[in-house]
T-cell receptor, first 116, second 111 residues
Framework: GAGVSQSPSNKVTEKGKDVELRCDPI?????LYWYRQSLGQGLEFLIY????????KSGLPSDRFSAERTGGSVSTLTIQRTQQEDSAVYLC??????????????FGPGTRLTVT | GENVEQHPSTLSVQEGDSAVIKCTYS??????FPWYKQELGKRPQLIID?????GEKKDQRIAVTLNKTAKHFSLHITETQPEDSAVYFC??????????FGSGTKLNVKP
């Protein structure tokens, strides 16, 4: 079946502009994660959605970052008033829950964000 | 919160040799430890994982060991091949809400 998809694959924006990044998880996966990966670095947790529960936003670096997940499926990560330090690859991952052994996160291809 | 440290940051081995990557974690409540492989320009993919009720797990040439007392876990790759060249990340989580990742190890297998 289809894996996790993200769009756009690349985004170049000017400092101060707002951007929206989209994630389409694997159908039926109730858990969805956003991560940020700076060049040569590990993955930094941003936010976690699980079903209809309130999201865990504790990883969002500032109030310029927000995310939503509509209908328990597609998620959008919004960065307002972008700064150069926001430049990174933003990865989305989804995970099935409730099934035995449903631990694996499946990652999307990422969105490479460049703020000029 | 949890803190995961990973060493070494780079590792170069000859084809056929073994490679070992080590991670330490700080939160004794963490109970699930996955390892991901990320090839250049590609997405991370799970290669092996271990739960805290198990000390070792093997899958062909790959194994993971966990020492809960010392709070460290290691990835072992035997008989390395050039296609094993990639960046490897360890991670830890307690409740699957947050995954804390190490900073990555770039493995280079020389033919």
């Amino acid at each position: 079946g289809a894996g996790v998809s993200q769009s756009p694959s690349n985004k170049v924006t000017e400092k101060g502009k707002d951007v929206e990044l989209r994630c389409d998880p694997i159908s039926g996966h109730t858990a969805l994660y956003w991560y940020r990966q700076s060049l040569g670095q590990g993955l930094e947790f941003l936010i976690y959605f699980q079903g209809n529960s309130a999201p865990d936003k504790s990883g969002l670096p500032s109030d310029r970052f927000s995310a939503e997940r509509t209908g328990g499926s597609v998620s959008t990560l919004t960065i307002q008033r972008t700064q150069q330090e926001d430049s990174a690859v933003y990865l989305c991952a989804s995970r099935a829950t409730g099934a035995v052994g449903s631990y694996e996160q499946y990652f999307g291809p990422g969105t490479r964000l460049t703020v000029t | 919160g949890e803190n995961v440290e990973q060493h070494p940051s780079t590792l170069s081995v000859q084809e056929g040799d073994s490679a070992v990557i080590k991670c330490t974690y700080s939160d004794s409540a963490s109970n699930y430890f996955p390892w991901y492989k990320q090839e250049l320009g590609k997405r991370p993919q799970l290669i092996i994982d271990i739960r805290s009720n198990v000390g070792e797990k093997k899958d062909q040439r790959i194994a993971v060991t966990l020492n809960k007392t010392a709070k460290h876990f290691s990835l072992h790759i035997t008989e390395t091949q050039p296609e094993d060249s990639a960046v490897y990340f360890c991670a830890a989580t307690q409740n699957f809400n947050k995954f804390y990742f190490g900073s990555g190890t770039k493995l280079n297998v020389k033919p």
